[in-house]
């Protein structure tokens, strides 16, 4: 009898150890997956409405990043966490170098959005930015 008592005990402590490593392996996945929908780096299109050429500029978050008569920075972006329908989110700052006695104003300072890019619309003469991934 003595025999049996210890083996259910034994079934009872490996069961219980096996829910509590599955439950920490099951958070630490969870957290992982939240900070890959954080990226490091934002792609955006440039186009150029003179020449009617588009250039994919890469920016490095936090960094400013000159083209052409443009200072573009990205400050976070982050990509959604559903796959049917993706949304990437970043937040940017352009500041136009043609406009001389406003060095410190932006053009454009706000989030974009890439499934809708009239929501918050980038309003340039000369060009157009919108937003394409984030990584």
Avoid at 62 to 69: F, L, N, T
Avoid at 90 to 105: G, S
Wanted: proline share 3%; hydrophobic share 40%; net charge positive.
């Amino acid at each position: 009898m003595l025999l049996k008592k210890n083996i259910k005990l034994g079934k009872i402590k490996i069961n219980s150890f096996l829910l509590i490593l599955a439950f920490s392996i099951f958070c630490i996945l969870d957290v992982n997956s939240i900070n890959d929908l954080e990226g490091n780096y934002t792609n955006i299109k440039v186009l150029d409405k003179i020449s009617s050429k588009n250039t994919l500029v890469k920016l490095t978050n936090g960094k400013e990043k000159k083209y052409k008569d443009l200072i573009i920075k990205s400050m976070k972006c982050k990509n959604s966490e559903f796959d049917d329908n993706p949304e990437i989110t970043a937040y940017i700052q352009v500041r136009d170098l043609t406009k001389k006695n406003n060095d410190n104003v932006f053009v454009f300072n706000g989030w974009m959005f890439s499934s809708s890019p009239s929501i918050a619309p980038f309003d340039h003469p000369v060009y157009d930015i919108w937003l394409v991934s984030c990584y």
